[in-house]
């Protein structure tokens, strides 16, 4: 999909899952708390036949996105897809609203859905919709009454979300690409390939990402291409803090930035980002190990037009076939089509993921450490593959996160 270049980016913002039996009023509910025709309704079981994705600013919580789900009571062949496909959004959603139709009441498929939600750890609220029609119902502790048709309980849903949203994330500290490690005139140079890959007229998210954090810590932003980078360290008069590059040059740049100054990539800076550090590191380093014709998966968050010369498609099988001198088996994903198994493959080497949210690239890498396959991202193993591997991470060493 593609990103509105003035919103807040999907990956940053907080994905509210609706979750419920087939016409408990989910789709109802999210066209009232945004006001909009989201999603097509009806009385007919199952109208919702696949997710729908809606990003919006929830106040009090700020940037969010909302999810409409297939009923998870769905039946039949088609229905068990449908489950199927709601369930996968489990791996992104940070804050889950069980709608249960009040007119109902809790029914078994209900408490199933809930035990699911815990079991993936991800915190709901219990929303009993349709309470214009409900008869002689207790109300459950915690839970909140609203009603999608006549707009009863609707903003105190609202503000039931953002205290929901705060109880749960009190403790936790907002996670930045640099941390702690920018002071206010410190200089950074990007280091940014305009090749045929690169997508015309703009920079890419991680790039814009990193310049809005780099200004926000009123430090000094310089970008280059690579053929210029020499001449932008001789400008300058001190060192620059820290040189940031498309993990692609890294093959050029560990010869152009002398040692001493920090060298690290884009793709890097997001796996501590979301993190899948850790494992990237220990994985990267198992690719010795792997036997001629093991399958290897590369995937990436984005479903962008592939290019000539595509980084996963093309550069990552060449130079990783070059550097063992070994053939091997590659497959290919994009988007959501993420494998739950992933026991074919020896190894899985994941984009920096800059178009998924924390919660679901921890999933991912989650997923594979369950079934015992390495999960390595693109910029740790290009390090790796060029010897700068520890290099490259050194100055990850010095980041906390503020």
Known sequence: MEQDRNQTPRANRIHIGFFGRRNAGKSSLINAVTGQQVSVVSDILGTTTDTVEKAMELLPIGPVVLIDTPGLDDSGALGELRVQRAKQTFSHTDIAVLVVDASVGMTQ??????????????????????????????????????????????????????????????????????????????????????????????????????????????????????????????????PPRLVVTDSQAFGQI????????????????????????????????TLEQLSDGSRILISESCTHHRQCNDIGTVKLPRWIQAHTGKTFQFAFTSGNSFPEDLTPYRLVV??????????????????????????TNYGVLIAYLNGILARSLSILEKIQQR
């Open 109 to 238: 498929d209900d408490r199933r859905i809930l035990q699911a939600l815990t079991e993936k750890h991800i915190p709901a609220l219990s929303v009993w919709n349709k309470w214009d029609l409900a008869q002689n119902t207790v109300l459950p502790e915690g839970a909140i009454a609203v009603s999608a048709a006549t707009g009863d309980g609707i903003e105190a849903l609202k503000e039931r979300l953002g205290a929901f949203y705060r109880e749960r994330t009190a403790t936790q500290k907002p996670r930045h690409l640099f941390g702690n490690l920018l002071a206010p005139e410190d200089v950074v140079v990007l280091v940014t390939p305009i090749d045929e890959s690169a997508p015309k007229g703009r920079m890419i998210l991680p790039q814009v990402q990193a310049i809005r954090e780099i200004l926000d810590g009123h430090a000094i932003c310089l970008a280059a291409q690579p053929q210029q980078l020499p001449a932008v360290l001789r400008l300058l008069n001190r």
């Open 254 to 285: 560990k010869e152009i930035v002398p040692a001493e100054i920090p060298l690290t990539s884009f793709s890097i800076l997001f796996a501590q980002l979301k993190g899948v550090l850790e494992p990237a590191r220990k994985a990267a380093q």
């Open 350 to 375: 994941h984009c920096g993921g800059c178009m998924l949210n924390q919660r679901e690239m921890e999933s991912r890498a989650a997923r594979a450490a369950k079934q015992g396959v390495p999960y």
